[in-house]
């Protein structure tokens, strides 16, 4: 049990991070593509060596380099200014997975060692839960152009801030019933509902002061992208918990390691890419 001065301690770290991460994220994509790409590879990168770091404490092996090769490569071919597509409908992103996964499953024919197929899955789903869910953030930021994507890219960034602070805060002070107790036994239903309506005041004062959306929409949207950050964050704490691993890393104070950061905006920045691009309220 942590003292109260350890807890306002640890509160004051977390916030900080989250402030300061928040701060160089809005410069950075404020910027574009230019800084955006570059700071999404160092994500994707150190995320990724967490993530075989927990796999090599379960004595899991996957393609190392070949899954830094293939990281950087999807990000790259997120970018949506690209001249083309490989095929009609298709995407660079599409080809570039469609060529890992051929790859990775050629490679263990050819050499299979120990455990090949556990070797594919694992260094496939290290390819998808973090390079391909990040290169919606270059997607997000040019939908529809450059200009107006800065404005529906701050949405999930301040939705996923204000979705965190605030269910810390309602969880901590009035968090009973545990939410999922056998993935993460730390968050509360109590806590979850504060989120959301954090997130949607947020997601309402911007769509209000921006004349984007009416408040049902507003609502709708805060509902997809509370649940959606929330969910990425269990699906983190799940992964850990498989793997025997407390944080993912240490790098950042206050919330562990890089896969801790970003774990809830790796399902809020898709949601709120397919909400613009599916959704019936698509202008």
């Not at 056998?182 to 997130?199: D, M, N, Q, R």
Request: net charge neutral; proline share 5%; charged share 15%.
């Amino acid at each position: 049990m942590l003292s109260g001065g350890a807890t306002m301690e640890s509160l004051s770290s977390r916030i900080l991070t989250s402030v300061v991460g928040f701060a160089i994220l809005s410069v950075v994509v404020w910027i574009g593509w230019g800084a955006l790409l570059p700071a999404l590879i160092v994500v994707a990168v150190m995320a990724l060596r967490e993530y075989i770091r927990m796999l090599d404490r379960n004595d899991i092996d996957v393609r190392r380099m070949s899954l830094v090769v293939f990281a950087v490569a999807l990000l790259v071919a997120s970018l949506p200014m690209w001249p083309g597509t490989p095929w009609p409908g298709g995407s660079w992103r599409e080809a570039v997975l469609t060529v890992a996964a051929g790859y990775f499953l050629v490679v263990e024919v050819i050499r299979p060692g120990e455990r090949p197929l556990e070797r594919v899955v694992y260094s496939l789903f290290g390819l998808l839960y973090i390079p391909w869910l990040l290169g919606y953030f270059l997607l997000l930021r040019y939908s529809p152009d450059g200009q107006d994507g800065l404005l529906y890219f701050a949405l999930p960034l301040l939705a996923t801030f204000a979705a965190d602070i605030g269910g810390y805060f309602v969880g901590h002070f009035f968090g009973r019933r545990k939410l999922a107790p056998e993935v993460s036994p730390g968050k509360t239903v109590e806590g979850s509902i504060g989120g959301l309506i954090f997130s949607f005041l947020m997601v309402l004062g911007l769509t209000t002061v921006t004349h984007i959306w009416t408040p049902f929409e507003a609502l709708l949207y805060s509902i997809l992208v509370a649940s959606a950050s929330q969910l990425g964050d269990l699906a983190e704490s799940l992964l850990k918990r498989a793997l025997k691993t407390k944080d993912s890393g240490t790098s950042l104070p206050g919330h562990g390691g890089f896969l801790d950061r970003v774990d809830s905006l790796l399902f809020a920045v898709p949601a709120t890419y397919l909400f613009l691009n599916i959704s019936v309220f698509t202008r």
